[in-house]
């Protein structure tokens, strides 16, 4: 385990293997942050240090943890928010709080003259 931890390709799955400790709860790596954040023994004080992290993903795991308190919950997601489409579903799954716009409805049935005209329009 040791060889594994401190290599920085497979660092981050290591720490699935291993207490989590202040060293990896302060690596540089975000993603063996995020998987010290993850990891079930985490104790109340290293899920903490990690709910102060610089990043939004080391952060968004300690809220998805069922452990954490409501009230460091709440004040965690106010600090997820982001613009960016893509990394606000990604972070709402992870929490299991995203939900799925609504289904479209069906386009209108056309009839084989209307689809021929529309085809035709479209130089198809």
């Not at 660092?11 to 790596?29: G, H, K, M, Q, T």
């Not at 409501?70 to 600090?79: G, N, W, Y």
Request: hydrophobic content about 40%; proline content about 10%; glycine content about 2%.
């Amino acid at each position: 385990m040791p060889v594994l931890l401190a290599d920085p390709e497979t660092r981050a799955i290591a720490v699935r293997y291993v207490d989590p400790s202040p060293e990896l709860a302060r690596d540089p790596d975000s993603g063996v942050r995020e998987a010290v954040a993850a990891h079930p023994n985490l104790s109340a004080e290293l899920r903490d240090v990690l709910a102060a992290d610089v990043d939004v993903f080391v952060r968004n795991k300690i809220a998805a943890r069922p452990d954490t308190p409501s009230a460091l919950r709440e004040s965690l997601v106010a600090t997820l928010a982001t613009d960016d489409p893509l990394t606000e579903w990604v972070l709402s799954s992870q929490r299991n709080t995203h939900t799925c716009p609504p289904q479209a409805s069906a386009p209108p049935r056309l009839t084989r003259k209307q689809a021929e005209d529309l085809l035709a329009r479209a130089g198809l």
